[in-house]
């Protein structure tokens, strides 16, 4: 399907090419009353009393003397937007996401593959570490699996550990999952999830960016990437972070969009827990099973939750299982409580983790959560 666009819908899209052009100057163009048309074609004067950023001035001017590098990217622009399942959506259209349109930011344009109805529906945040403990990463892929049977979509941002798991485990319940990337959307990054992005396409999902489809990735675009998580969705659950983690910065931002933010507790010998153990001291919702979630933002549970796994197993028949925690331990020390001889050990653990009761991480074994 395509999408023909107006000569002020193109007047927009010129807008977010100029350098420097950013929330701010969309605000005061709002400010101004000025539309994106009646900007391209202003006069000095006009323009000088704007008191626009040099940068911005420069490719103005550059526009209006035909510049042909900025009407090419234009028209690679025009171009993308033909293609099959990619859309443009502006902000002042009925079908921009209303959640995202309601921050004092919204992207101007957002550039969309997939499902644009993803957008509209009921969606929780996922955000957490790049380098999500074991237990960490289990917990994300299954609480965003439980969330998506429950009929919640499961919003993140596409990067590897925490993010990765939770599009992954929507997917695996059968469900749609929206994934928001600090690059443009022919830029895969990082590029392992290129089949993760395929999949969340064929699926149902959608893949949605703010920046052009060639941009590549840069530091300062991740954070401009999470207002747009925690805009869309009703609340944002930060499920493993670090005290430095970006997830904070999406948490954040969600409590100045008057957002819910959730967060999961963890170990205290957890660095990758700390994070989350500062949002709770400061007010964030605790998190121990997604119904926790829906009682917050007063949701029904519209789906009931895998069956056949229920939440209490029987405990295995091993001595190793009483000294299995949510903390991984080393073989060595699994042998020294339970008196097992460490091949003995390692053998019952191989058989608890192919049974789905245990997880092996980088420092030892532990639990799997139900």
Same mark, same amino acid.
């Given at each position: 399907?395509?999408?023909?666009?107006?000569?002020?819908?193109?007047?927009?899209?010129?807008?977010?090419?100029? %350098?420097?052009?950013?929330?701010?100057?969309?605000?005061?163009?709002?400010?101004?009353?000025?539309?994106?048309? %009646?900007?391209?074609?202003? #006069?000095?004067?006009?323009?000088?009393?704007? &008191?626009?950023?040099?940068?911005?001035?420069?490719?103005?001017?550059?526009w209006?003397?035909?510049?042909?590098?900025?009407? &090419?990217?234009l028209?690679?622009?025009?171009?993308?937007?033909?293609?099959?399942? $990619? #859309?443009?959506?502006?902000?002042?259209?009925?079908?921009?996401?209303?959640?995202?349109?309601?921050?004092?930011?919204?992207?101007? /344009?957002?550039?969309?593959?997939?499902? /644009?109805?993803?957008?509209?529906?009921?969606?929780?945040?996922? /955000?957490?570490?790049?380098?999500?403990?074991?237990?960490?990463? %289990?917990?994300?892929?299954r609480?965003a699996?439980?969330?998506?049977?429950? *009929?919640?979509?499961?919003?993140?941002g596409?990067?590897?550990?925490?993010?990765?798991?939770?599009?992954? *485990?929507?997917?695996?319940?059968?469900?749609?999952?929206?994934?928001?990337?600090?690059?443009?959307?022919?830029?895969?990054y990082?590029? #392992?999830?290129?089949?993760?992005?395929?999949?969340?396409?064929?699926?149902?999902?959608?893949?949605?960016?703010?920046?052009?489809?060639?941009?590549?990735?840069?530091?300062?675009?991740?954070?401009?990437?999470?207002?747009?998580?925690?805009?869309?969705?009703?609340?944002?659950?930060?499920?493993?972070?670090?005290?430095?983690?970006?997830?904070?910065?999406?948490?954040?931002?969600?409590?100045?969009?008057?957002r819910? /933010?959730?967060a999961?507790?963890?170990?205290?010998?957890?660095?990758?827990?700390?994070? $989350?153990? #500062?949002?709770l001291?400061?007010?964030? $919702?605790?998190?121990?099973?997604?119904?926790?979630?829906?009682?917050?933002?007063?949701?029904?549970?519209?789906?009931?939750?895998?069956?056949?796994?229920?939440?209490?197993?029987?405990?295995?028949?091993?001595?190793?299982?009483?000294?299995?925690?949510?903390?991984?331990?080393?073989?060595?020390?699994?042998?020294?409580?339970?008196?097992?001889?460490?091949?003995?050990?390692?053998?019952?653990?191989?058989?608890?983790?192919?049974?789905?009761?245990?997880?092996?991480?980088?420092?030892?074994?532990?639990?799997?959560?139900?």
């Open positions: 399907m395509t999408h023909d666009l107006s000569a002020e819908r193109q007047a927009w899209l010129v807008l977010t090419l100029l %350098d420097g052009a950013g929330p701010r100057f969309f605000q005061r163009l709002r400010a101004h009353a000025l539309s994106p048309s %009646d900007l391209l074609t202003a #006069r000095p004067q006009t323009l000088a009393a704007l &008191q626009l950023a040099p940068s911005i001035l420069a490719d103005l001017t550059r209006q003397r035909g510049d042909a590098e900025l009407h &090419q990217r028209q690679r622009a025009l171009d993308w937007q033909q293609q099959d399942g $990619c #859309r443009l959506l502006f902000v002042d259209e009925p079908a921009y996401p209303p959640l995202l349109a309601a921050i004092s930011d919204p992207p101007p /344009v957002l550039f969309v593959r997939g499902s /644009v109805q993803a957008l509209h529906d009921p969606q929780i945040a996922m /955000v957490g570490t790049r380098h999500p403990s074991a237990l960490g990463a %289990d917990t994300a892929r609480f699996r439980d969330f998506t049977a429950s *009929g919640l979509t499961v919003t993140s596409m990067a590897m550990g925490v993010d990765g798991a939770c599009h992954q *485990g929507a997917l695996e319940a059968g469900g749609q999952t929206v994934a928001v990337w600090g690059t443009g959307l022919d830029n895969c990082p590029r #392992r999830h290129r089949k993760l992005a395929e999949a969340i396409v064929e699926h149902g999902g959608a893949l949605v960016s703010e920046l052009w489809p060639d941009a590549g990735p840069h530091p300062s675009q991740f954070p401009r990437r999470n207002r747009i998580i925690s805009g869309l969705s009703l609340g944002t659950l930060v499920v493993e972070a670090s005290l430095n983690s970006g997830s904070l910065i999406t948490a954040r931002l969600a409590l100045e969009h008057n819910e /933010v959730f999961m507790p963890g170990s205290i010998h957890n660095v990758q827990a700390r994070g $989350c153990h #500062r949002l001291r400061e007010g964030a $919702c605790l998190v121990e099973q997604v119904q926790d979630v829906f009682d917050a933002l007063r949701l029904p549970l519209t789906a009931v939750l895998d069956e056949s796994q229920p939440a209490e197993q029987s405990a295995p028949d091993t001595p190793l299982w009483r000294w299995l925690g949510t903390d991984p331990v080393s073989p060595d020390w699994l042998a020294q409580q339970s008196g097992l001889g460490v091949s003995e050990v390692l053998q019952q653990l191989l058989e608890l983790e192919l049974d789905g009761r245990v997880l092996a991480a980088p420092a030892g074994y532990c639990r799997r959560q139900p």
